[in-house]
T-cell receptor, first 114, second 116 residues
């Protein structure tokens, strides 16, 4: 059974710090890994998707890496800002019954203090 | 347009009521999903529709009944719910249901359901 873990569950940092968020998964037979952001009371916004054949993806101040063989991904946030405060979830996709299934980690609540 | 629209945003219903949640996307996606999210928990998959056919049911109680009338619409019919069913219900879609790497999944803002 695929399990996704994110540690720590919460992180509070001063503005301007570079951050690394960690995600691990137990079964390396994934199709892709996706990082999401969720603001309180809102839905999920996709930040980055890394295909299983890729090693990393970048978007602005965000960089995500994937090491499928070791079951790990990291999300790097450069020069953090208060607006980055949110819960960050990673999710892996794999096949079940011919359809794509997405399993989430429990998320990491990030607070960036001005 | 990368939008998944869910209505209503908030719903309060009694345990004997029948109500429905609605989801719509116009991105031409052929896979649509219902997720349930309790407070401070990650989303949990309920159902997956692929090409308008139910392909995954994660052992969801029958008081939740999904329906996919066409490729753009997804409904979740609710009947005889329990207070513990109160949660945020998220709809999502992706380009195609058959697994091919690179399927970004887009989520709606969710429908907040309270069962009293």
């Amino acid at each position: 059974k695929q399990e996704v873990t994110q540690i720590p569950a919460a992180l509070s940092v001063p503005e301007g710090e570079n951050l690394v968020l960690n995600c691990s998964f137990t079964d390396s037979a994934i199709y892709n890994l996706q990082w999401f952001r969720q603001d309180p009371g809102k839905g999920l916004t996709s930040l980055l998707l890394i295909q299983s054949s890729q090693r990393e993806q970048t978007s602005g101040r965000l960089n995500a890496s994937l090491d499928k063989s070791s079951g790990r991904s990291t999300l790097y946030i450069a020069a953090s800002q208060p607006g980055d405060s949110a819960t960050y979830l990673c999710a892996v996709s794999f096949s079940q019954g011919g359809s794509e299934k997405l399993v989430f980690g429990k998320g990491m609540k990030l607070t960036v203090n001005p | 347009d990368t939008e998944v629209t869910q209505t209503p945003k908030h719903l309060v219903m009694g345990m004997t009521n029948k109500k429905s949640l609605k989801c719509e996307q116009h991105m031409g996606h052929r896979a649509m999903y219902w997720y349930k999210q309790k407070a401070k928990k990650p989303p949990e998959l309920m159902f997956v529709y692929s090409y308008e056919k139910l392909s995954i049911n994660e052992s969801v109680p029958s008081r939740f009944s999904p329906e996919c009338p066409n490729s753009s619409l997804l409904n979740l019919h609710l009947h005889a719910l329990q207070p513990e069913d109160s949660a945020l219900y998220l709809c999502a879609s992706s380009r195609q249901g058959v697994v091919i790497s690179g399927n970004t999944i887009y989520f709606g803002e969710g429908s907040w359901l309270t069962v009293v």
